[in-house]
């Protein structure tokens, strides 16, 4: 499966972003997706995941109350809803699918820069 996260941008603290990632080629075996994010400096953090079949979500702490990841199985789309954004929420931002049988997200898009301002 291919992926291309779209969506990021700069926004001012307090506001929103949606971002979007677009999923083609066969995503029937896709157990999850998922939105990690890596900070200048900083390791890849996991940020939000969704059960493709299911729509089971599980979020960070750091976010969890502010984003909600969403997925349209028809669209083959996973979106990430960002509300109250913090300057530390600036990173980039990367979709990822973790199809069944592995254990990791394995499949990655290219990454969207989110850049909130103080």
């Known amino acids: 499966v291919q992926l291309q996260a779209s969506g990021g941008g700069l926004v001012q603290a307090g506001g929103s972003l949606r971002l979007s990632c677009a999923a083609s080629g066969r995503t029937d075996r896709t157990l999850a997706m998922g939105w990690f994010r890596q900070a200048p400096g900083k390791e890849r953090e996991l940020v939000a995941t969704i059960t493709w079949s299911g729509g089971y979500t599980s979020y960070a702490d750091v976010v969890t109350g502010r984003f909600a990841i969403s997925r349209d199985i028809a669209k083959k789309t996973v979106d990430l809803q960002m509300n109250s954004l913090y300057v530390e929420d600036t990173a980039v931002y990367y979709c990822?699918?973790?199809?069944?049988?592995?254990?990791?997200?394995?499949?990655w898009g290219q990454g969207t820069l989110v850049t909130v301002s103080s």
């Open positions: 990822a699918q973790r199809a069944y049988g592995r254990s990791r997200f394995e499949s």
